[in-house]
């Protein structure tokens, strides 16, 4: 929906509101005017039904106010006698309607000063409960968001099996686009393959503002997979998948390497930044695939041992019956020149590809994972030619990711060798929005920019900022807590330091000072 179509939307529900109302605003001693004008008249009923005010700010927060309003609904059918359960139940089926009900038919008995807590325990246990959802939905869409790293494209820097607190103020938090969706859940409801979410009405791309002015070169982000679509919600096998909203497209997590504005460049596997080598945070340990020569005749010794004291997470295998080439999946460069200190290792080479790869982007058949660009990294407000040579660039940007100002879905054409935007022939287009590149530090297994091409900046959720557990999982069964990683930080300078003794210290203090303090208030009392 448009912000106009909104608007329209919006005032729609003022009127449904005074209708169903007016009666009841003047049973309660207010002019029948004040249930008509918006906002206003949240704030005059949350004094109706004797709740405090700031009430009313949870009605505009989207997916919160889809909590509040049944909860409204209920404590107005409750304030004017309405308080049996079936009254309960039929205020909430009705979606409020039947407030109207009341408001037409019913003798109207305002009770000012009736109570607000519970008449009993299940009671109050829902209004807890509704409490907590309240506040956790919150934070979950508006402050920090936990997080689960579910691959190994960031190896070395964050692990499988690490559990994130992802911030989402230090870019500025996104306003929920699904309106109607079940708080604290992605896409798909629990256990389930059903969609959590109603694709309409949508809101328009907003977001806060943030306590970083932008994304910077090297910073690990968290963003929606742009070309996410999932398959059988609801349709059989093999049917086109179903197109999600920006906001519930999976969760991926990448190292953004080029910012709007860059040219972006990979020259046998090194990222080139505007013509110059990217230099990497220290924490950042790109791994590449290694091909491992073997001495057959005199072998290393103890290999596995070695293996884990380089703390070799992916696959490792020989690529031949000979057993003369031992093949790497993922090796840093630290792990490699161990390797060729070793005894027994005959040969380290780094796998470079030469090929011309189909599945990368913008898929023209010149590049592959290791040699690819240069390309523009689309900058908002910036204008690049638009030529049959550059449309594979840009086209899912102008037919997927951006609109005509209208907010309608652009409609592209290629005839012969014009260019048609919305039926006008165009030889050059003006990007609405910032685009990322975001690529894995593991270069060799890692699905990323590589095979999709730009991030848009609508797609951003937030920024890994802290460790709060991590558990190993060495594929023998055998699960482990790490507690090196327990209680650090993503980024920063310098190796991650544990802060979990901090923790327990901080935590332990906590209790022997409250259980002191209760001793001297009771010793007083």
């Given amino acids: 929906m448009t912000l106009y179509q909104w608007f329209v939307f919006f005032l729609f529900i003022q009127i449904v509101h005074f209708l169903g109302t007016w009666k009841l605003y003047e049973a309660a001693g207010r002019k029948k005017w004040e249930a008509a004008i918006p906002v206003y ?22 997916i919160i106010n889809l909590i509040m309003f049944p909860v409204i609904w209920v404590e107005t059918l409750r304030t004017f006698g309405k308080r049996s359960q079936l009254d309960t139940i039929l205020g909430i089926v009705t979606f409020g309607l039947y407030i109207y009900y009341v408001n037409y038919t019913q003798k109207l ?11 009993n325990k299940t009671g109050d246990t829902i209004s807890s409960l509704l409490f907590a959802i309240i506040v956790a939905t919150l934070v979950h869409t508006y402050f920090v968001q936990p997080y689960t790293i579910p691959t190994s494209s960031l190896e070395k820097s964050l692990l499988v099996g690490d559990f994130l607190f992802v911030s989402k103020v230090n870019y500025g938090a996104r306003v929920p686009m699904t309106t109607v969706a079940l708080p604290m859940v992605h896409d798909s409801i629990p256990m389930t393959k059903r969609k959590s979410y109603l694709s309409w009405p949508l809101l328009p791309y907003l977001r806060l503002p943030g306590i970083e002015d932008h994304i910077k ?4 982000v968290v963003f929606n997979w742009p070309v996410d679509t999932v398959h059988y919600f609801f349709e059989a096998k093999g049917k086109p998948g179903v197109i999600k909203p920006i906001d519930k497209k999976s969760n991926y997590v990448k190292r953004c390497l080029g910012i709007p504005g ?3 460049a990979i020259k046998d596997g090194i990222v080139y930044i505007n013509g110059e080598v990217l230099q990497l945070p220290e924490r950042a340990k790109p791994q590449f695939s290694y091909a491992i020569g073997i001495d057959t005749k005199n072998p290393p010794v103890d290999l596995e041992n070695l293996l884990r004291e380089m703390d070799v997470t992916d696959g490792v295998g020989f690529k031949s019956e000979l057993r003369d080439t031992l093949y790497f999946r993922a090796l840093t460069a630290v792990g490699a020149e161990r390797l060729k200190n070793t005894a027994g290792i005959t040969s380290v080479k780094r796998e470079i590809s030469k090929s011309v ?16 660009g ?3 990294i689309p900058q908002k407000g910036k204008t690049v030619a638009l030529t049959l040579e550059s449309l594979p660039f840009y086209q899912r940007i102008i ?10 879905k652009n409609d592209l054409k290629v005839t012969g060798n014009e260019i048609r935007l919305n039926g006008k022939v165009i030889n050059s287009y003006t990007f609405k929005q910032n685009y990322y590149w975001m690529m894995g530090d593991n270069r060799h297994n890692s699905e990323d920019s590589r095979y999709w091409g730009y991030v848009p900046e609508d797609h951003i959720v937030g920024k890994p900022v802290f460790i709060w557990m991590s558990w190993d999982t060495n594929g023998k069964g055998l699960n482990k807590v790490r507690w090196d990683r327990v209680f650090t930080t993503v980024s920063g300078e310098g190796q991650p330091q544990s802060y979990f003794k901090i923790f327990l210290i901080l935590l332990a203090a906590f209790f022997v000072g409250e259980y002191f303090w209760k001793k001297r208030k009771e010793k007083n009392s």
């Fill in 357 to 372: 790869e189909q599945n990368i982007f913008p898929n023209i058949n010149k590049w592959n994972q290791d040699n690819f």
């Fill in 217 to 220: 070169r090297t910073d690990i």
């Fill in 262 to 264: 860059d040219s972006l």
């Fill in 374 to 376: 240069p390309i523009y």
């Fill in 399 to 408: 037919t997927d990711y951006e609109t005509d100002d209208n907010g309608t």
């Fill in 109 to 119: 008995e305002y009770t000012k000063e009736r109570s607000l807590h519970p008449k």
């Fill in 41 to 62: 008249n949240a704030i005059v009923l949350m004094k109706i039904i004797s709740r405090p005010t700031w009430w009313t700010l949870l009605l505009f927060i989207p």
